[in-house]
């Protein structure tokens, strides 16, 4: 069969090369290069999935990636490691289960796929713009360079996010044109706004805290509580920490949500002065803007100011009234209805040459290897299904 994959991504590549083991593939990719965002995951070390069975894996995620459960069993995080471990590429484990490249470079994922595609022919710059439909059957696709026609086509053409690497939404449009429903779209794994004068005044930008309990409290009452890392920025918060915190805090975002920074868990006020019992504790930036005057001696300073001292460490509220837009987020929440695709094939319940994968359908889980996984799986899947046409 003829296969036609829409969108060179980490959906689009695996399911190219599973493809290609028995058919031929051809695989447009709108930029001059694959895997634009993969090179950007983790920081550029790309956390590619994490050591968790499908049961854990799954509960973290959306509900409605329980339609990935037969994927998840066919294609697993351990496969996905056994993949790359065995193509030269070993992965390790870090904390939470998070599996990253051994070389701490995503490149060395991509290079694993890059030559794995070795049966593909890729095309680059070709953009698809629309679906050719002959009597209701879809027969090609138009690109800004022609048309192109096939007999398979799996659309791996990503979410909403970061829409300069290429995921601009258009898959969306594509699947709405046969029919699909596609779910509310909004960015999760993003950074918070907040207007608070410590935000505002741009006086503390750039602070950033390593491993601190930072905790999301809606109408004063603290609800869920993370350690991490967090950075303030010009327009609010971001951080690994608040990245992982902002699906629930955007949820709430219809009360008043507080975001509670950590510097200490506790304090003792038992040295000499102020400024010898939080040295070390924080940046002396932090501490310089939470406390005055840290040359007193403690026992100068009142039982009442000690506790408003320690209140700041150890709990100080930044109000959250945003979340930064959806093409400033990790990853789009949302996407073609997962009850429109038959989950053992990722195939279109409209369309039975089509099929769609990656962060396109309404798949998607939290920081930690998850959203790779679940774009390698679908892709992996949606490759081996058209061998059950
Ligand atoms: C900064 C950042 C860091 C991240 N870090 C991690 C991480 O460490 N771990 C993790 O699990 N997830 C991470 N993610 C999420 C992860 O990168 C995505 O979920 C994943 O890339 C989705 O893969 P995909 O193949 O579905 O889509 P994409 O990677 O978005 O690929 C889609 C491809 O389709 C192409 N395309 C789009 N439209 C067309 C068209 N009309 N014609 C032709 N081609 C088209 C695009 O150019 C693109 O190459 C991160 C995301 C970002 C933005």
């Known amino acids: 069969m003829k296969v036609i994959v829409i969108g060179g991504g980490p959906s689009g590549m695996m399911a190219s090369i599973k493809a290609s083991e028995n058919h031929e593939v051809i695989l447009l990719e709108k930029n001059n290069r694959l895997g634009v965002k993969l090179l950007m995951t983790g920081n550029g070390r790309c956390n590619v999935t994490n050591n968790k069975d499908v049961n854990s894996f799954i509960s973290e995620c ?34 939470n289960n998070k599996m990253f490249p051994k070389s701490n470079k995503a490149s060395s994922i991509l290079n694993v796929l890059e030559k794995d595609l070795s049966k593909v022919d890729i095309r680059y710059n070709h953009e698809v713009l629309d679906w050719i439909i002959k009597d209701n059957k879809v027969v090609g696709v138009s690109t800004n360079k ?46 918070l706004v907040s207007n608070d004068e410590i935000i505002l005044s741009k006086e503390l930008m750039g602070t950033s ?43 709430n975002l219809n009360k008043k949500v507080d975001i509670i920074i950590s510097t200490v868990d506790d304090i003792e006020f038992d040295k000499k002065t102020l400024g010898m019992c939080i040295k070390g504790i924080a940046s002396k930036r932090w501490l ?16 009442k100011d000690l506790n408003i001292i320690k209140e700041k460490l150890t709990s100080f509220k930044v109000n959250i009234v945003d979340t930064l837009p959806i093409d400033k987020a990790t990853v789009t929440s949302g996407g073609i209805k997962t009850s429109e695709l038959d989950p053992r094939t990722m195939r279109s319940k409209f369309h039975g040459n089509v099929c769609f994968c990656g ?15 679940l774009a390698f799986t679908s892709g992996y899947i949606s490759g081996k299904g058209i061998d059950f046409c």
């Open 62 to 95: 959306s509900k409605s990636t329980r339609f990935m459960y037969y994927s998840l069993t066919e294609f697993s995080t351990k496969d996905l490691i056994n993949y790359f471990n065995s193509k030269g590429c070993p992965l390790i484990e870090e904390e």
């Open 146 to 191: 022609g048309d192109i026609f096939g007999d398979y086509f799996i659309c791996a053409t990503g979410g909403l996010s970061y829409p300069k690497t290429g995921s601009d939404g258009k898959g969306y449009e594509l699947a709405k044109k046969l029919g699909h429903t596609i779910t509310n779209l909004y960015g999760i794994e993003v950074a």
């Open 209 to 251: 805290f390593n491993n601190i309990k930072v905790s999301v409290v809606v109408n004063d009452k603290v609800k869920k509580s993370i350690k991490g890392d967090l950075i303030i920025t010009h327009f609010g918060l971001s951080g690994p920490a608040i990245l992982e915190l902002s699906a629930f805090v955007r949820k």
């Open 288 to 303: 310089d803007y939470l406390i005055e005057d840290q040359n007193r001696n403690i026992s100068e300073i009142s039982k």
């Open 359 to 373: 962060e396109l359908i309404d798949v998607q889980g939290p920081i930690g290897g998850y959203n790779l996984t």
